[in-house]
């Protein structure tokens, strides 16, 4: 498939933009992290695929302690009453 010369552009400046995103999310990744520490009751999430350092660090974040549920039902439960959920009962 060929190219407009507008579409070439196009497509360079956006793969600019890209790059220079994916740099900014990398120093804010790294600035999180040397700001907390992943307990050992949250290691296994980073066993799910899609989970992350960050992401687990947020989960363990939002959650505090784990041992307040009972189940991990409950723990689908609660993320649905607050804002948009991490996780739902069915994907645990």
């Not at 949250?42 to 009972?70: C, M, N, P, Q, Y």
């Not at 723990?75 to 959920?85: D, L, T, W, Y």
């Amino acid at each position: 498939m060929t190219l407009l010369d507008d579409q070439k552009h196009a497509l360079k400046a956006n793969l600019a933009v890209m790059r220079c995103l994916d740099e900014q999310v990398k120093v804010l990744e790294r600035a999180i992290l040397a700001k907390g520490k992943l307990r050992e009751e949250f290691k296994g999430l980073k066993t799910v695929s899609g989970i992350g350092d960050v992401l687990a660090l947020t989960i363990a974040l939002e959650t505090d302690d784990v041992h307040r549920f009972a189940s991990t039902g409950n723990f689908g439960r609660v993320r649905k009453a607050g804002r948009s959920p991490i996780f739902h009962e069915h994907d645990l």
